[in-house]
Structures are given as C-alpha cells and as structure tokens.
C-alpha cells in the first residue's frame, strides 16, 4: 500500500526557512496529485498547496502564497514544502497527502514550530 513519511520539520525563528519532505512509497511508476496540509491547537486542517501529478500545476492558500512553494522529483517519488518567512501563524502539524483513486493517503505529520 502507498505509504507517505514527512521529514524536515523543527523549530525556526520568524523570518527563517524550512523544506519539508515526503517520500513515496508502495507505488513505483504511479504519480498521484500530492499536497501539504497542516493543523494547528485549536483549528481545523487545512490545505497549504497542493501539486499535480506532472508538477506543472499547483495551488496554494492564501496565507501562504509568495512564501512556499511546493515541488515535486518523480523520480525519487518525493514531495517538497519550501517554506520562507516563516511567522509564529505558520506554527502546526504538516502532513502529507496523496490523492489516491479511491481515498487520501496520509503521512504521519511533521511538527513546525516558529517561534523566537
């Protein structure tokens, strides 16, 4: 089964950077519409970007937008969260989805935390 697991998160002050990353796994040759999404105490989640399975398409939500970007290698089935300017609002749980045929897939989460 397709199996997702994020890596790159941590502590950064306001104004750092942070590259989030999901690997892929159970599916060789199979490229699916991958995203970010996150959820913070208290709120709901919610999509930060998300990419087609080409890459050449992607979308993100406003709060985030000139800030992160989202990227794809397909040929190391792996998902990239490029995230600039970090501010303490940014601070969740970033988690990993691939859109399957018939449900979203999930990773565990990663926790970022902005705070100085």
């Known amino acids: 089964q397709v199996q997702l697991v994020e890596s790159g998160g941590g502590l950064v002050q306001p104004g750092g950077s942070l590259r989030l990353s999901c690997g892929v796994s159970g599916s060789p040759n199979v490229f699916y519409r991958m995203g970010w999404h996150r959820q913070a105490p208290g709120k709901e989640r919610e999509l930060v970007a998300s990419?087609?399975?080409?890459?050449?398409?992607?979308n993100y939500a406003d709060s985030v937008k000139g800030r992160f970007a989202i990227s794809r290698d397909n040929n190391k089935n792996t998902v990239y969260l490029q995230m600039n300017s970090l501010k303490p609002e940014d601070t969740a749980v970033y988690y990993c989805?691939?859109?399957?045929?018939?449900?979203?897939?999930w990773g565990q989460g990663t926790q970022v935390t902005v705070s100085s």
């Open positions: 989805g691939a859109s399957l045929p018939s449900r979203t897939a």
């Open positions: 990419i087609s399975s080409g890459g050449t398409n992607t």
